[in-house]
């Protein structure tokens, strides 16, 4: 074992400058104790290096003792598992203190760098295995300088860890696993590393960064934080506060000098002021002036410094649409369910036409309530959303809900155009098993595909809105052309069967050009609301996906509140309530709480003669007429205008 007492090893007099230096104790692996007073007959001693000495496990805590002249401690890549004690050093000059790569050091004690100078020091403890540092850790110090990155073990900063200290004016905690600052100790800091720091999410209040200037964080959302942030130079440099200016003329020149550290120094070169003893030159016209924080990373285009609705407007019309949504789609749900009839299949397609648009209103309401509780906040709030378990739930909620519903209404239209065009022929009729199956296969597709980017395929946390917007890779962008290539061609088969539908109904001989007029508005109004619902979301959707954008993600955000949940809120009305089938199963159902009981009689009434018109027909079905109304739900809504 080799103790560190001889040090005519190790110690080399400059001749030239008349200065001590302790050479390089480096690859010293016999070295596994440095013992008490061994720097103590070196005065003038302004270095050591303690390096790559791995056995080294052991420094006395009166080793580092009445060093005035010392300027740089080193101690790195060894095996020591408690900080050196410093206390007792009581240097002079300012320290740089470089203790990293000792990874058994795991906690930084209350007080450890009391008495260490008595000027300013900058404190390097980077790469080491520190998992705790107590409050008051660094008090007693003019803290210049504190980096604590790559200390992957540091999960938290105490909120008086700083009292006690000036300072920090640098703090990195960059490669670290804290998530939260400190309360106390902000005020002083002018730059801040946070690079690649993933769990802190959240910044405290801005009020808090009195002084800073330059921040290097991990997220763009944090960047935002600062956009706007504005502050004058007075709050930065006490020669714009004129109490601060008399105050320091009352001092002695020599304290004046001495409380002189980096800190000013820092702010005199970066915004270009003189030292105080220059103050009766100084233009005091340049305390107005604003200064803003230089910070990276710049946020993208996907996440742009703004609320998750961005547009007051839109803030307010996302409730209104939604809340419309919402209520017209349980009700259907609640009065088809509930209806004495039986459940045929164009009422169970409709089900499952309201259960998917109910889901878009559950989204838009979703969406809604965190862009509430995140205003004017959302830098602080977007990663845990975008990252989190919610806006992942929004995004699944809104594919699935969107890829159902446009099945859906293909399946609806397909169904009217058979049952319309083959009216005569009994045996080709769509049964309830039929639809059961499709509509099985339509459930476990839009099930599929939404959950593809929870499990890598594109992403839902790309964008605040919670859509899968990313395209980075080959296999997303194909998965996002092919939903929308999809939805396109769902409205191309929706438009061909309402044309083939009107053609169908249409009979010169029967009908008069008035009723032919009505049926056309009513299909019209049909092919136009899915038109207006999907074209423009499909353009600037497929432009996107092919890497041409045309809009920005601001913009979309326009698409999403007053295109997207267009059929949402139509389809309750265009294929239910509208319809005469619908009114006469609510009145029915109102009836049994004692409300509406004459409109329901009259309803039961039309339904019985129109039972018992068709018994006398001897089982012949005559075919779908644009004025029947019928006794189940006449999907084609030809008659809701009525």
Known sequence: MLNLKNMSSVIDFNETTHVLKVKEISQNDALEV?????????????????????????IDQDAFQNLPSLKYLSISNTGIKFLPTVHKLQSLQKVVLDIQDNINIRTIERNSFMGLSSESVIIRLNKNGIREIQNHAFNGTYLDELNLSDNHNLEKLSNEVFQGANGPVVLDISKTRISFLPAYGLENIKKLRARSTYNLKKLPALENFV?????????????????????????LHPICNKSDVMQDADEQPADRVHRRSAAEDYISNYIGFDSLENEFDFDYGLCNEVVHVACSPKPDAFNPCEDIMGYNILRVLIWFINILAITGNITVLVILISSQYKLTVPRFLMCNLAFADLCIGIYLLLIASVDIQTKSQYYNYAIDWQTGAGCSAAGFFTVFASELSVYTLTVITLERWHTITYAMQLDRKVRFRHAMVIMIFGWMFAFTVALLPIFGVSSYMKVSICLPMDIETPLSQAYIIFLLVLNVLAFMIICTCYICIYFTVRNPNVISSNSDTKIAKRMA?????????????????????????????SKSKILLVLFY????????????????????????????????EMQAQIYRTETSSSVHNSHMRNGHCTPASKTSDGTIYSLVPLNHLN
């Not at 070196?42 to 303690?50: A, C, T």
């Not at 002084?211 to 942030?229: D, G, K, M, R």
């Not at 309530?577 to 009145?587: A, G, Q």
Request: proline share 5%; with cysteine.
């Open 525 to 553: 109004i049909l092919i136009f609301t899915d038109f207006l619902c999907m074209a423009p979301i499909s353009f600037f959707a497929i432009s996107a996906s092919l890497k041409l954008p045309l809009i920005t993600v």
């Open 34 to 58: 440095i013992e008490a007073n061994v720097f103590s007959s070196l005065p003038k001693l302004h270095e050591i290096r303690i390096e790559k000495a791995n056995n080294l496990v052991y």
């Open 211 to 235: 002084a800073l200037i330059e921040a290097n964080l991990t997220y763009p959302s944090h960047c935002c934080a600062f956009t706007n942030w504005k502050r004058q130079i007075f709050a």
């Open 565 to 596: 949940p267009i059929n949402s809120c139509a389809n309750p009305f265009l294929y239910a309530i509208f319809t005469k089938t619908f009114r006469r199963d609510f009145f029915i159902l109102l009836s049994k709480f004692g409300c509406c």
